[in-house]
């Protein structure tokens, strides 16, 4: 059975502070890690991996994927009240077209 | 939203009625999904379909039926609803095999 778990569960920062989500995972035949950022409704997709080592960035958020010990890392940098939200870290396998979820953390950034 | 439409917004019903979400896309993709959130589980795939009248079970699919007559249409019915489905329910589609999926902005139920 896939399995996706995500840590912590919840996390409260100061404004300008940094931070690092952890996703880790099982999953058979993996295919690809995605982070996904709620807020109230819908979430929004932020990153897709399916190499190791290589980083993907977008503004002050970056994410890393590690196949070999099955683990990815969220990081946020000079974090503002907007990035509250719930990270969502799910995968897919190969030939599956579906993710199977974490649990989700959730980022509380206090001003 | 990627053309994603989820109606009701919000639903209370009773236990033991029927209750049908529609999840309505304006793309023709091929691929929706059908998730519920809860509190502590992420989320989590109910059903799916890759096509007209073509669907799949996911790993929380008791208690759940779907159809999907029309492309753009995926219904998820709740044929006797019990408290133990009141959640957030989310639809999603996929533009190809290989890219992310997009959310609609999701069906808050609860079953009194």
């Known amino acids: 059975e896939d399995k996706v778990v995500q840590s912590p569960l919840s996390l409260v920062v100061h404004e300008g502070d940094t931070v690092t989500l952890n996703c880790s995972y099982e999953v058979t035949n993996f295919r690809s890690l995605l982070w996904y950022k709620q807020e109230k409704k819908a979430p929004t997709f932020l990153f897709m991996l399916?190499?190791?080592?290589i980083e993907k960035k977008s503004g002050r958020l970056s994410s890393i994927l590690d196949k070999k010990e099955l683990f990815s890392i969220l990081n946020i940098t000079a974090t503002q009240t907007g990035d509250s939200a719930i990270y969502l870290c799910a995968v897919e396998r190969e030939g599956a077209q579906k993710l199977v979820f974490g649990q989700g953390t959730r980022l509380t950034i206090n001003p | 939203d990627a053309g994603i439409t989820q109606s009701p917004r919000h639903k209370v019903t009773e236990t033991g009625t029927p209750v049908t979400l529609r999840c309505h896309q304006t793309?023709?993709?091929?691929?929706m999904y059908w998730y519920r959130q809860d509190p502590g589980h992420g989320l989590r795939l109910i059903h799916y379909s890759y096509g007209v009248k073509d669907t799949d079970k996911g790993e929380v699919s008791d208690g759940y039926s779907v159809s999907r007559s029309k492309t753009e249409d995926f219904l998820l019915t709740l044929e006797s609803a019990t408290s133990s489905q009141t959640s957030v329910y989310f639809c999603?589609?996929?533009?190809?095999?290989?890219?992310?999926?997009?959310f609609g902005n999701g069906t808050r139920l609860t079953v009194t």
């Open positions: 999603a589609i996929s533009v190809t095999n290989n890219s992310p999926l997009h």
């Open positions: 399916t190499s190791s080592g």
């Open positions: 793309e023709n993709h091929r691929y």
